[in-house]
């Protein structure tokens, strides 16, 4: 008798840990969540630093995700592209990408906007180095450009007092400029209000 | 008493091998390392994230258990994620969850490292977690330097840092619907007349059962409908054909696939579009540096033929639609009614045409030429210009004569025009000498040439078989003929005029 009531006590609590668990509770389809989902393109690099277009992609998904965002992995988003866009994509990203495509991935997949960018300026001189972006963002609905904003960050850019805080490395610059200006700025134009 | 202990014993166990069930599996996939200048791939990071998650008790698939599935799948860009390559990680590794990682840097001299690591649901293709890392040496200024970093201490900061707020992630799905990828779509044509046969073949890879229709969405003569596809020549590729529709515009091709039975889903992915168009291309042909007059195009030493498509605006695709697949030229010489040239090449039309007529391997002579200019595009609608040119290369050269008479001589010069008028004449005669005896000088506006008769002393000139003559002579198209040291023609007086008319008597005066 005993036994069985234990059972029932189990699966009461195995049910509800599975119910309560934290991963379950972001996955929402509220219609507030109207600007939640989106994907981050790789940017376009005219600089000799090859590589970094697809960490700043990279740490920028990661912290829109840490941020409460919804983020399509950007390969997944790509492979909707018709063979003959993927190409035209590869050639010209920037002309590719039209209204009409916008609006048809954001059909397809849900997504609200698009992040993408360029990267103008990379070097690296002794210990100093130097950024130059320009980010922008694109909503899927009119497929319109609504956001974009130049930044322009350097070695110095994040020094505090003596020399911390001092960035002598591109890729720790790129990953301080993202997570202390760019997601900041997003945030007040990606406004997503969703119910928990 | 025991009996109790060994119940709760019993039920402590199940619950925990139950909720370790639950627990999601991870592929951790090889990271993208980018920090070399051609692109590689890091075992040893992943592996190493493997073995600690391990440890912690989560359920990890290594990098190099994936290997094997990713070469089945012909997948070496696995980077590049799509809802099959999801898929069959689910199917063979029963996984929830792949991990990608990408290192922007890392060396170990003095010790640096970029990483990026994100969770990617297998179901939907989102991230759920991630977590970037950038540590670089003067992340670990001590205080007056007395500590200093390895690469070893500070791979395991990376590493504690990564997982430091690692999710628990639960198995959360049941099973994932059947997916389809599309790798390549060829047309025959994207542009096509109307009533034309459209052949679509799309290469597509499928993960999950077989499905029960797959087919086109198209509109045609018929309207809007479904078209299946039938197997092509190799198990992945699909062949359909339809005729395009009469009316011009662009078609939308969507593909269809459904899956019946227990899973009763149809997926639509649109594939590419084509075009029906049926106007021909708007051609306009310019001769550049052309002169048009009385009605005729007068063209100087060089013909220059710039061709040149306008789009159509009745059309809607402009620009695309009229997209040229092939040209010829050919042209005519009216004088000698011949055909002197004629080619014709594919692809899209030149900037321009240059045909140097005065000099090179291919001199033209002054005349009337035809130039016919033809273009189809790419649906085959075709296109022919015809352009009238008058080529005058060479200005003309004067006639200078001298007549000699008992008593005096007679000089006439003469220069009348080569089609077009002049605008410059400079001519000087000089004897043995060199000593300039006369000189003619006209410039500025056109005229249509130049008759002068000059009554010479025979005292002053000694011989007449050794006079000549320097001139230059310039036409209204900028053709200059420069000539020096030309011998003047001397004929007997009874050729030429008898006496030195009233207008010569007033030049001498």
């Known amino acids: 008798m005993n036994f069985k009531i234990n059972w029932k006590i189990f699966l009461i609590l195995f049910f509800l840990s599975s119910c309560f668990s934290k991963r379950i509770s972001l996955i929402i389809n509220s219609p507030n969540n109207s600007f939640c989902e989106g994907t981050v393109f790789t940017f376009i690099n005219n600089t000799q630093k090859i590589g970094l277009e697809f960490l700043i992609r990279d740490v920028l998904t990661v912290e829109l995700s840490k941020n409460g965002y919804i983020l399509k992995d950007p390969s997944i988003v790509k492979s909707f592209f018709t063979p003959e866009e993927k190409i035209h994509y590869f050639e010209n990203p920037e002309i590719a990408l039209s209204p009409e495509l916008i609006q048809r991935l954001g059909s397809i997949l849900g997504l609200k906007w698009i992040i993408g960018g360029k990267i103008l300026k990379a070097e690296r001189i002794g210990d100093y180095v130097r950024i130059e972006l320009l980010v922008w963002v694109k909503e899927t609905k009119k497929g319109r450009l609504i956001w974009y904003s130049y930044y322009k960050r350097d070695s110095d850019s994040y020094r505090t007092i003596l020399h911390f805080g001092k960035t002598s490395d591109l890729y720790s610059l790129v990953d301080k400029m993202v997570k202390k200006d760019i997601i900041k700025d997003l945030k007040k134009v990606l406004i997503c209000e969703r119910k928990s | 008493m025991i009996k109790k202990w060994l119940k709760i014993l019993f039920f402590s166990i199940f619950f925990i091998l139950i909720f370790k069930i639950v627990y999601a599996q991870i592929v951790i996939f090889p990271f993208e390392d980018l920090s070399s200048s051609d692109y590689g791939i890091n075992f040893e990071i992943p592996e190493k994230i493997a073995k600690k998650l391990s440890k912690e008790g989560f359920q990890v698939v290594p990098p190099k258990e994936v290997i094997p599935l990713l070469i089945k799948l012909r997948k070496p860009n696995f980077f590049q994620l799509d809802f099959t390559l999801l898929r069959e990680v689910y199917k063979k590794f029963n996984a929830q969850y792949i991990l990608l990682g990408s290192i922007g840097n890392l060396q170990k001299e003095p010790p640096a490292i970029s990483m990026v690591v994100k969770l990617v649901d297998v179901s939907t293709g989102k991230i759920v977690w991630g977590k970037s890392v950038s540590f670089s040496s003067e992340n670990f200024i001590s205080f007056l330097g007395l500590k200093k970093t390895d690469y070893e201490s500070m791979m395991n900061k990376v590493h504690k840092t990564l997982l430091s707020n690692f999710k628990d992630p639960l198995a959360t799905i049941k099973k994932i619907a059947p ?121 100087k030493d060089v013909l220059e033929i710039i061709p040149k498509v306008v789009g159509n605006s009745n059309s809607n695709f402009i620009g695309r639609g009229n997209g040229i697949s092939k040209w010829q030229i050919e042209i005519y010489s009216k004088d000698k009614n011949t055909l002197i040239l004629k080619e014709a090449y594919p692809g899209e039309l030149p900037k321009f045409l240059t045909w140097y007529a005065k000099g090179g391997m291919n001199i033209l002579p002054p005349g009337d030429y035809l130039i016919k200019f033809k273009v189809w595009d790419l649906a085959g609608n075709q296109n022919e210009v015809e352009k009238e040119i008058l080529l005058i290369t060479d200005p003309p050269t004067p006639q200078v004569v001298v007549y000699d008479g008992k008593e005096k001589n007679l000089m006439e010069i003469e220069i009348n025009k080569n089609f077009i008028p002049l605008v410059r004449v400079y001519l000087e005669i000089f004897n043995k000498n060199g000593k300039k005896i006369a000189e003619i000088k006209k410039e500025g506006a056109p005229f249509e040439g130049i008759k002068k008769e000059i009554i010479l002393d025979k005292n002053d000139i000694k011989s007449l078989n050794t006079l000549y003559y320097n001139a230059i002579i310039e036409d209204e198209l900028k053709n200059k003929k420069i000539l020096r040291r030309l011998p003047v023609i001397v004929k007997k007086a009874e050729e030429g005029p008898m006496r030195a008319t009233f207008k010569t008597w007033i030049d001498e005066f």
Do not use: H
């Open chain 2, 179 to 299: 997916t389809v990828d599309i790798q390549e779509v060829v047309f025959n044509s994207r542009y096509l007349q109307p009533g034309k046969t459209v052949e679509c073949i799309v290469r597509m890879v499928f993960s999950g059962p077989k499905p029960s229709f797959i087919g086109v969405e198209v509109e045609d003569n018929i309207g809007k409908r479904l078209i299946p596809l039938n197997k092509y020549t190799n198990k992945r590729s699909y062949i359909t054909f339809w005729k395009a529709p009469k009316k011009e515009g662009r078609y939308p091709v969507v593909l269809v696939v459904t899956w019946g039975n227990k899973w009763k889903i149809t997926k639509r992915i649109f594939i590419g579009r084509y075009y029906v168009d049926n106007t021909p291309p708007n051609l306009n042909l310019v001769i550049r540096g052309a002169k048009k007059k009385n009605g005729k195009v007068l063209v």
